[in-house]
């Protein structure tokens, strides 16, 4: 368990939202503020241009701001900046792996596995070693088989780890599932396994995974930085009565299409201009936020 706590990636990481002016531009003061916040409750880094941060969505002069933004805090922070810059293009996410070179603070690539064509675990290999060969950073495989399609197993996963510049893996299947505790069970030497299903993050950490990359972790970031370290020192139960609180929670963030919820909490606490998202997604509703805001005031109570 030592071991695992001295990874380069141990401990949470939030995908930072993207907060958009009422004119609908991005709202750059207040994504460095979100940064510096997560940081201040103890954050390891910030993740820039993941799906919480409706990457797919912004115009390529966006994104180099997001991560010139995010870029900046995490030097000055000396924190984890991990950056998404992949898609189910091998050569185009070659170019924008490349492009990475423009920020020396850049700690890694977040790479999902390739989508909607669905490529063979065969295909999946032959992608990540084309990008592994080509990166100027290592690399966070994003294994999300429910936005992919493409499940890939613990054998696979393995394989992956062994790719020179293949540091780690976004975990976020669904469930603990066979493969993830096979997977667990046998960690390669070096390999971060990061929870990235917010709602089984505790259950992950219990197995033994360095971290996470949570949204959820905009809210309560302290928390969420405490049940990691409850588990890593082998505090069980204040693990396992802290993963619950922080579940239930997830569970009301992720009640409607990510990041809304999330945006409209943060709104609400007056951390970000607007609660507006990018078509197709829209805003949320009254009542999920109203629960999600409920959530995250109990947590920020103080327990005896």
Not at 1 to 22: D, K, N
Not at 122 to 136: D, I, K, W, Y
Not at 174 to 190: K, R, Y
Not at 196 to 203: A, M, R, V
Request: one cysteine or more.
């Amino acid at each position: 368990m030592l071991r695992r706590m001295q990874h380069p990636l141990a401990g949470i990481h939030v995908p930072l939202v993207t907060p958009f002016t009422p004119d609908g531009q991005v709202a750059c003061d207040a994504l460095e503020k979100l940064a510096h916040q997560v940081i201040d409750a103890g954050a390891a880094g910030v993740v820039a241009l993941g799906t919480t941060g409706e990457s797919a969505t912004l115009s390529t002069h966006e994104r180099r701001s997001v991560i010139g933004i995010c870029a900046r805090v995490c030097r000055e922070r000396s924190a984890t900046l991990i950056v998404g810059a992949t898609s189910n293009d091998t050569a185009a996410s070659v170019e924008g792996l490349r492009g990475l070179r423009a920020w020396a603070e850049v700690a890694a690539a977040l790479a999902v596995v390739p989508y909607f064509t669905r490529p063979s675990e065969q295909g999946v290999l032959a992608h990540f070693t084309r990008l592994a060969a080509e990166s100027p950073v290592p690399l966070v495989i994003y294994n999300v088989p429910y936005r992919t399609g493409q499940v890939v197993g613990a054998a696979t996963l393995r394989h992956l780890a062994r790719l020179p510049r293949v540091i780690g893996v976004k975990h976020a299947v669904g469930s603990i599932d066979a493969d993830t505790v096979a997977l667990m069970a046998d960690l390669p030497e070096g390999f971060a396994v990061l929870a990235g299903d917010d709602i089984f993050t505790s259950p992950l950490l219990a197995l033994g995974a360095a971290g996470a990359i949570l949204a959820s972790a905009h809210l309560c970031t302290a928390q969420f930085v405490d049940l990691v370290r409850a588990w890593h020192g082998g505090d069980v139960d204040r693990a396992r009565h802290l993963g619950h609180r922080l579940t239930a929670l997830s569970t009301a963030l992720f009640a409607e299409p990510n990041p809304a919820v999330v945006k409209a909490v943060l709104h609400a606490q007056a951390r970000i201009p607007t609660p507006a998202v990018r078509l197709p997604l829209l805003p949320a509703s009254r009542p999920a936020t109203t629960a999600a805001l409920r959530h995250a005031n109990a947590l920020a109570e103080p327990t005896d």
